[in-house]
């Protein structure tokens, strides 16, 4: 019975029928500890192995666990002794060698959460014998570590660079290597051998350069290095490449161009639901409210029966977008128990914090980001949101200033650097601003925050006319409910009632449910509308006579929530909407006279450098 039930494991197991083996391989070892006349260790050893392995196929984790560390015990036994049948077991079965049995042990082990054993588990393997693959999950588990910012970085970069010397094309390990601060070039250095007729790859060497561009916070030049390869190699309108430019495009802000990549990117692969969620979070920034083609992709990445890391986090993003914040934060902690370091839904839980008025927690989330993806601009704004709603000014000044220096040359720190000078009570402070959102725009004069920041400034400064003119321009490239809106506001200011009218109509073409739209209309239509002129108040700070408050905190300058505590106008639209306790911090004069020092020293450590 022994014999004809072994050899019947044995073709299962070899049919891949693992489901079967589990049962049938129980019932022999029983069998064989019952009758220890007929038991021998090779066969035991053999029993083990398959049922071992059926255990790890069919996700049984914590059983195959059980099992692991009995059976390297008993190939330690028979290597001792010299067992013959030990060659045969593994040049038969290339998965039961000693290597593999422990990376399948410490992948179960990753599974159910125990990082330091699967790391350990690794370790026992001698570096000689680890396979790419073992190279690959050892480096892994060491750059990630058992925690956010406990990773072993240079034990990290040695797995990473000894996968990449045998695999040259892991792109997902030269990215790895870029993110652990490893130099483009010495990066570059270890994949020259991709091919073996030089030139073959010179796109390759573009790709790292990218990368680099990207993890040293130079978005826009990344974005342009993926645009050569658009434009010169075979590459063009690959899945991949689309995705890599439209993230950069995305982290600098370009979010109109982010949009049509991420959707051509889905027109390639349409079951890619990273794209989707990539699209839902732009549409969201640029203040969409829906449409037809993004109810169809919710609808269908809703229909999915086994939800990956990217399905929960596209559930909690059309939470966000439809203002239940407290059922996107329970489906971004699905997404984050699934996969701890996402980068979007890092970001996105410290968004919906904030929109549920929690800056405390909002600030430790933001936190959280800055340990795994330091190279996005989120997070910093993020966290000065979440300073700035606290009033804790000194914190939210040091960020402000902080992602100015991190930042250098982009128009999204430029912007929001300068809208803080913008919302300053001291006049002199407030003329400065011009010069950083001049900066911005110079070097990219289509960024709608600094375009709609300039038009505050020559506003404010008793330029109307070029105020209307630099939105008119704007809007006719990049069509926007919110400069709609703000046009709208500023013509009917000026007294010019019909095209104000027009602009609203158009704002709400884009979005019929805008409020702000709505009230322009509302207060377009009442007698009263010629009395809507800003005027300054004795602080500096701008007043507009019969605008409803919030709750008595009304934005500064005439600005609506949106544009203040966005900093950088539609760029954070939903976020700065949502939480109407996040303001400026100049709400009395004591808080005013706190925020007067902060960006008296502002100017002190950052103008004669901008």
Not at 442 to 456: E, F, G, Q, R, S
Not at 514 to 525: A, F, K
Request: charged share 25%; aromatic share 8%.
């Amino acid at each position: 019975m022994e014999n004809a039930l072994f050899a019947n494991i044995k073709k299962l197991y070899d049919h891949k029928l693992y489901e079967c083996v589990i049962p049938a391989a129980k019932l022999l070892k029983t069998v064989l500890k019952n009758d220890r006349y007929v038991a021998t260790l090779e066969v035991e050893y053999q029993v083990q192995l398959y049922l071992v392995n059926s255990y790890y196929k069919e996700r049984h984790h914590r059983a195959a666990l059980r099992h692991f560390e009995e059976i390297i015990h008993q190939r330690r036994h028979m290597v001792r002794h010299k067992n013959a049948c030990l060659v045969a077991i593994e040049s038969s079965y290339p998965e039961f060698v000693d290597a593999e049995l422990r990376r399948r042990a410490a992948e179960c082990y990753r599974e159910i959460g125990n990082h330091s054993m699967a790391v350990a588990t690794l370790l026992q393997v001698p570096a000689k014998l680890r396979s790419p693959r073992i190279n690959f999950m050892l480096a892994r588990l060491q750059h990630h570590g058992t925690g956010y910012g406990y990773s072993n970085k240079s034990e990290a970069m040695f797995g990473y660079k000894e996968v990449l010397r045998e695999c040259p094309m892991a792109l997902q390990v030269i990215e790895a290597l870029l993110d652990l601060g490893v130099d483009g070039n010495e990066v570059n250095s270890l994949v020259m051998h991709a091919a073996t007729v030089p030139g073959n790859f010179d796109w390759l060497s573009t790709w790292i350069k990218a990368l680099a561009q990207m993890f040293d916070c130079k978005h826009l030049d990344a974005a342009r290095t993926f645009q050569r390869l658009q434009d010169t190699t075979m590459l063009r309108c690959n899945e991949y490449l689309m995705m890599a430019m439209g993230r950069c495009l995305y982290y600098h802000g370009n979010y109109i161009q982010a949009e049509q990549l991420f959707a051509s990117a889905i027109s390639a692969n349409p079951d890619n639901v990273e794209a989707i969620a990539m699209l839902a979070v732009v549409r969201s920034q640029e203040g969409v409210d829906g449409s037809m083609d993004m109810d169809r992709l919710y609808a269908q990445v809703t229909s999915e029966v086994k939800y990956s890391a990217s399905h929960w986090f596209v559930h909690a993003q059309l939470m966000y977008d439809s203002g239940k914040f407290e059922r996107g934060l329970n489906f971004v902690g699905q997404c984050l128990n699934l996969e701890p370091r996402h980068h979007e839904a890092l970001i996105l839980r410290g968004r919906l914090l904030i929109s549920l008025e929690r800056h405390k927690e909002a600030a430790e989330a933001f936190r959280t980001a800055q340990t795994v993806i330091p190279h996005r601009f989120e997070v910093y704004r993020g966290l000065f949101h979440s300073y700035l709603a606290q009033k804790r000014f000194k914190e939210a000044h040091t960020m402000c200033n902080w992602t100015l220096h991190i930042f250098k040359n982009s128009p999204r720190s430029l912007t929001m650097f300068g809208r803080t000078l913008f919302h300053s009570p001291d006049p002199k402070i407030r003329r400065t601003a011009r010069k950083f959102v001049e900066k911005s725009l110079k070097i990219d004069p289509n960024y709608t925050p600094a375009v709609a920041l300039m038009a505050d400034i020559c506003q404010v400064e008793g330029a109307p006319k070029a105020s209307i003119k630099l939105l008119e321009d704007h809007v006719s490239r990049f069509p926007q409910a919110n400069l709609f809106t703000h046009l709208g506001d500023i013509l009917r200011i000026q007294k010019e009632p019909i095209k104000a009218l027009e602009y609203y109509y158009k704002a709400l073409g884009k979005d019929p449910k805008c409020e702000r739209t709505l009230r322009g209309i509302s207060l377009l239509s009442s007698s009263n509308c010629i009395d809507e002129s800003p005027v300054l108040d004795e602080s500096g700070a701008i007043k507009v006579n019969n605008q409803p408050s919030t709750n008595g905190l009304a934005p500064p300058r005439g600005t609506s929530n949106v544009e203040w505590l966005g900093a950088d106008g539609a760029e954070n639209s939903r976020e700065a909407s949502s939480s109407p306790a996040a303001r400026s911090g100049q709400e009395g004069d004591e808080d005013g006279a706190v925020w007067h020092d902060v960006d008296a020293e502002l100017i002190t450590m950052n103008f004669d450098g901008h």
